[in-house]
């Protein structure tokens, strides 16, 4: 009877050590994966401005605003276009990004969906148009303008100064060839 019970004990207290060495392999196997991974410096999705903006003129019912370039260094990694919207997100050599927002509503509309906390600060000229400057808690800047049929509004974290040069940047789309 002894011998039975110690068995037993033996192999529940087999099982404990295979399990926590079990354990211990998949975190050493963890682990070691952490280390040997490459991550790239600047893990992003790209998207080609020129097929952007094209996809977006395609599928808008109103005149695409857009930049006609991106500066140098300056990568767009998104973009979703239909008949009544169209986003163009884009970031800057230092990681900040900048998102251009244009759909068929209002200023106060495009605001309340993208920037609600947001507050008026006043207005700008840029690119030989008035823009009203809003500003949120966490720094970053709001651009809104009313372009008639539809309303434009770019948000971002990048320096003032990147975020004038995007704004004044802005024209509608060439209809192409």
Do not use: C
């Not at 990694?77 to 919207?85: H, Q, T, V, Y």
């Not at 900040?96 to 609600?116: C, H, M, N, R, W």
């Amino acid at each position: 009877m002894a011998s039975a019970g110690g068995s037993r004990g033996r192999t529940f207290g087999d099982a404990l050590r295979t399990t926590a060495i079990m354990g211990a392999l998949l975190i050493g196997a963890f682990v070691v994966g952490q280390l040997v991974t490459v991550t790239p410096d600047r893990p992003e999705r790209r998207v080609e401005l020129a097929d952007a903006v094209a996809g977006a003129r395609a599928a808008a019912r109103f005149d695409i605003i857009a930049p006609p370039a991106l500066p140098k260094g300056w990568v767009a990694n998104s973009a979703r276009f239909g008949p009544e919207a169209w986003h163009l997100g884009v970031l800057t050599p230092q990681d900040k990004y900048i998102g251009l927002e244009q759909a068929a509503t209002s200023t106060t509309g495009l605001v309340d969906d993208f920037a609600p906390k947001s507050r008026a600060v006043g207005e700008d000229r840029l690119g030989g148009k008035a823009w009203e400057v809003r500003t949120e808690s966490d720094g970053d800047r709001v651009y809104v303008r009313d372009f008639g049929e539809s309303s434009v509004l770019v948000i971002g974290s990048a320096r003032r100064a990147e975020m004038e040069r995007y704004v004044s940047s802005l024209v509608a789309a060439d209809a192409g060839p």
